[in-house]
Structures are given as C-alpha cells and as structure tokens.
C-alpha cells in the first residue's frame, strides 16, 4: 500500500524568506503525486501534480515541486515565502484500485510565514 | 470551474441522532469521496464511490454509510452519531483516470455531536 511522510507538522520561515516543504513516498508501482493547500475554514486546493511528464513540476501561487524517484522525494520549494502562503499543505500519493483511484494523504505541514 | 458544495458548514448534532451530511458537484464527474480531517492525523477516506449506486469503503468506514442515487449527489449517514465522529468532513469528486486525475474539494462541513 501507498504511504506519505511529511517531515514537520509545523514550518516557520521569514516572509521573502525560501519555502521548503519535505515529503517521502513509499508506492510499490511509479507514483502519481499531490501537494494541496488548505486556507482556513476551507477545504483543499490543487497546488501541483506530478504525473510523470517531468520531474519539475510548476504549480499555482509560485510554489514547484521536484520529483527524485531516487530519494523517493516530492519536495515542496517556493524561493520567496509570502504572508499570504500561510496555510495548512499535504501531500498525497494516488493509488489505483480498479475502480477509482483513491489518494492516501500525508498528515499535513502547517506553514507560518512572520514579518 | 469544478464547483463541490456541501450542504452545511457548520452542524451540531446529539448522540444517537442519525445525520445526514450531502454533498453535490456539477462537474459530472464519476468519483466522489467522503474524508474526515482530524488535527494531527490528515485526510482519512471514510467511503468513495466510481459510479451511482456503487460504493466501497475507504480506510475508516465503521460507524457510516453512504448512499449515491444520482451521479452529482454523494451522501454521507452517521447511523447514530457519537462523540468520537466529532471532526472535519470533507466532500471530494475527480474524473475517472489511471491516478493522475486530480481529487476537487468542497470546503467542508465541521460537525459536533454532543
């Protein structure tokens, strides 16, 4: 079975400072993976995925994501944190059933970015 | 846009009482997923389903049952709620695809059973 480590359930940088979100997979097939992003009292938001294609993935709101099968890593970077990146973020893994593909998430890293 | 809505925000509830959380998306998308979200331990996939009338469970499904009569509507049932299903709900619905097909998520119900 799929599974997802995030290292650091909580993440303290200085605005403008690099954001640096760590996850490790273990997947027994070649993995299709997520970061999402969780703003308060909302539920989660696409950053990025992973589907193969390259391994330096470009999401939304400045934040990439590099997959190294080596290391069994999906990093999450943004060079420049900025006050509005605080939020909540998971990282997930899909798994294929047969009849859906379900997602096992990670148990989530909670950014504070301060001034 | 894919658009999921949850019925409810915010739900207070009593033990025993059966409670019924609901869920619809307009994206005709097959999938549709049920998770709750507890501080500490992430997103945990109670029940999902790949078309109407089929289900199956997910990692946690004791205590819940769901129901799926038209493709846009998936409905999550606590049979009788207790304290410990206190938690963070969330609807979710993706397309049919071999894993690379994105999970879009309402912004979910908080429910309290006192």
């Known amino acids: 079975a799929q599974s997802v480590t995030q290292l650091g359930s909580h993440v303290s940088v200085s605005e403008g400072a690099l954001v640096l979100l760590r996850c490790n997979y273990s997947s027994s097939v070649p993995p299709y993976l997520f970061w999402y992003v969780q703003y308060p009292n909302q539920g989660l938001q696409l950053l990025l995925k992973?589907?193969?294609?390259?391994?330096l993935v470009k999401g939304i709101n400045g934040f990439e994501a590099e997959f190294k099968k080596s290391e069994t890593s999906f990093h999450l970077t943004k060079p420049s944190a900025h006050m509005s990146d605080a939020a909540e973020y998971f990282c997930?893994?899909?798994?294929?059933?047969?009849?859906?593909?379900?997602?096992?998430f990670g148990t989530g890293t909670r950014l504070q970015v301060t001034l | 846009d894919v658009k999921v809505t949850q019925s409810s925000r915010y739900l207070v509830k009593r033990t025993g009482e059966k409670v019924f959380l609901e869920c619809v998306q307009d994206?005709?998308?097959?999938?549709m997923f049920w998770y709750r979200q507890d501080p500490g331990l992430g997103l945990r996939l109670i029940y999902f389903s790949y078309d109407v009338k089929m289900k199956e469970k997910g990692d946690i499904p004791e205590g819940y049952s769901v129901s799926r009569e038209k493709k846009e509507r998936f409905s999550l049932i606590l049979e009788s709620a207790s304290t410990n299903q206190t938690s963070m709900y969330l609807c979710?619905?993706?397309?049919?695809?071999?894993?690379?097909?994105?999970?879009?998520f309402g912004d979910g119900t908080r429910l309290s059973i006192l």
């Open positions: 992973y589907t193969s294609a390259a391994t």
């Open positions: 979710a619905s993706s397309l049919v695809g071999a894993g690379n097909q994105p999970q879009h």
């Open positions: 994206m005709d998308h097959e999938n």
């Open positions: 997930a893994v899909s798994e294929n059933t047969g009849t859906a593909s379900k997602l096992t």
